[in-house]
């Protein structure tokens, strides 16, 4: 069995990383550049070398494998860059770095018009402002804060922040305002998820998503953005982030922002967890669906909430109950994940149904055995009461209807080797809702069997690889859909969303097989 991720090519890459050092350009968001010239995504990075990122814009680097996040209006210089040593200038703006664990003699710094940033730890980020103020905060581990000029030093721990000015010695550190979330209470942690629904569920506007996106993705923990041609010849400029909120460490959230020439498009997923999360949120997302062995994983999702809109029609999914359920209770092999309540809304814009969620289509609620039956399934009927799916229980009050579920589900309309999923779902009182699924590479062709695996001899690792370079796009369309704030363009009224599988797969929202049998 051949292995996606085989130890000889982690092996290599360990060695490589050894042998010399690595710079490169991870993402690109808007306008960034490098020594005054536009920056693309792999590109290498060398000692001297100046990026710069306009309004709106920003970038990953990565430096000898650690990640450097790169806000908008920022500027900053490799200033020394070896095998043992990264260095880098931050001029003016702000950097948030996520640092590998250091070896002996290894040094990551950061150095700013008055301070030097000496890392001790993993996650910290760097602000400076126009009048060259420098503001260190970290989120975990520690960093030391050295003033040039008085050599004074201030180490600063989780939590913590500290202001230096030139010619002054740092400031004493303070808390930060994100760590009282610790002292919370249960009932205070229940108002900050409820307050994040409401964001997912009620907060649709092109200016306050656009809003939203700009503070967050400052602080996002993985990001990505591309410009790409859909499945329609339609040129989209696509940004993503996954972003954890302060106010909750149980949570994260993963946004997608799509803009074409005559429209907005984008989602948003809030994954809740059954306790804080990890330092690394890999370790938390990699077994969140499934995992194999005796014992339960210590990370599983108790909630999962999502929007997809045009800015006016919205499609919400609301999941509580989250558990791990293992396949054999008495001598378990695998634990799978189970929640035992689901909604599925669809509304727009202003709507006051259901708290402003929208119209309810369709809800399942299990009755504690953690098995989905026919009967835990109710669908919307002509007078928006919900009716009941076990049909030996049908009373004369209810109308007939088909079972979405059973409707057209996993038709490959373009050949059963092509990626080009279709579903539809047809209620009782005669709304549909339609669903397109293309797996597409950035120049918008929808890909074969053929495309991904080219030969008979291609390897697991090649295969993995192709994958991490292609797209999802999912177009949704509806009978209820109105778009009024999309110009019309041929194609009908719609949701239509693009995502980049490499986001997905660094985030572990996306579980990629680990052998070509799987």
């Not at 060259?132 to 008085?150: D, F, M, P």
């Not at 689901?342 to 509304?347: M, V």
């Not at 009967?375 to 109308?399: A, P, R, V």
């Not at 009978?479 to 194609?491: P, V």
Request: overall charge negative.
């Amino acid at each position: 069995m051949k292995k996606f991720l085989s130890v000889f090519i982690c092996v290599n890459l360990w060695f490589v990383n050894l042998c010399f050092a690595d710079a490169k350009i991870e993402t690109v968001a808007g306008d960034v550049s490098v020594n005054g010239v536009s920056a693309i995504v792999g590109q290498q990075l060398n000692l001297n070398d100046v990026i710069k990122t306009s309004a709106q814009s920003n970038s990953v680097i990565m430096l000898n494998g650690h990640t450097v996040n790169v806000s908008e209006k920022t500027e900053a210089t490799i200033s020394e860059l070896t095998e043992e040593t990264s260095l880098l200038n931050v001029l003016i703006g702000k950097i948030r770095a996520k640092v590998n664990k250091l070896k002996a003699r290894q040094k990551f710094e950061i150095k700013t018009p008055t301070t030097i940033c000496a890392v001790r730890g993993t996650d910290f980020s760097v602000d400076v402002s126009a009048d060259l103020i420098t503001r260190l905060e970290v989120y975990e581990g520690v960093v030391s804060a050295k003033e040039e000029i008085t050599g004074g030093e201030v180490l600063v721990n989780p939590g913590e922040f500290t202001t230096v000015q030139k010619g002054e010695a740092p400031a004493e550190p303070k808390a930060l305002e994100g760590e009282k979330v610790k002292s919370e209470t249960e009932e205070k942690k229940e108002d900050f998820k409820s307050e994040a629904q409401r964001e997912i569920f009620m907060e649709i506007s092109r200016d306050a998503v656009k809003e939203r996106a700009a503070d967050e993705i400052k602080l996002a923990e993985y990001q990505n953005g591309k410009v790409l041609m859909d499945v329609r010849g339609a040129r989209v400029r696509l940004e993503e982030y996954v972003y954890r909120p302060p106010e909750n460490k149980s949570q994260f959230k993963y946004v997608v922002l799509n803009e074409r020439e005559n429209r907005f498009d984008f989602g948003k997923i809030l994954f809740t967890f059954n306790k804080e999360l990890p330092s690394d949120l890999n370790d938390a997302t990699k077994y969140m669906f499934y995992k194999e062995g005796s014992t339960a994983p210590d990370w599983y999702l108790t909630n999962l909430d999502s929007i997809m809109s045009n800015t006016y029609d919205k499609i919400l999914e609301e999941a509580s109950g989250g558990k791990m359920v293992a396949d054999d209770p008495f001598s378990p092999t695998g634990w799978s994940l189970f929640f035992s309540d689901y909604k599925f809304y669809i509304s727009n814009e202003g709507s006051t149904e259901n708290s402003g969620r929208g119209k309810l289509m369709w809800q399942f609620a299990d009755n504690g055995d953690n098995i989905a039956k026919p009967d835990e399934f109710t669908f919307i009927k002509n007078t928006s009461i919900l009716q009941t799916n076990g049909f030996e229980n049908i009373s004369e009050t209810f109308l007939t209807h088909k079972d979405p579920a059973d409707s057209t589900f996993n038709r490959m309309p373009d050949g059963n080797t092509t990626f080009h999923f279709a579903y539809k779902d047809v209620y009782a009182d005669g709304t549909t809702v339609e669903k397109h699924n293309y797996i597409i590479n950035d120049d918008g062709k929808v890909q074969t069997f053929s495309d991904i695996a080219s030969s008979e001899d291609i390897s697991a690792d090649d295969i993995k690889e192709k994958i991490l370079t292609l797209n999802f796009q999912n177009v949704y369309t509806s009978s209820l859909f109105e778009d009024k704030y999309s110009t019309d363009d041929g194609f009908g009224k719609r949701i239509d969303l693009i995502f980049s599988s490499k986001l997905l797969s660094d985030a572990g929202i996306l579980q990629l097989p680990s052998s070509l049998n799987q």
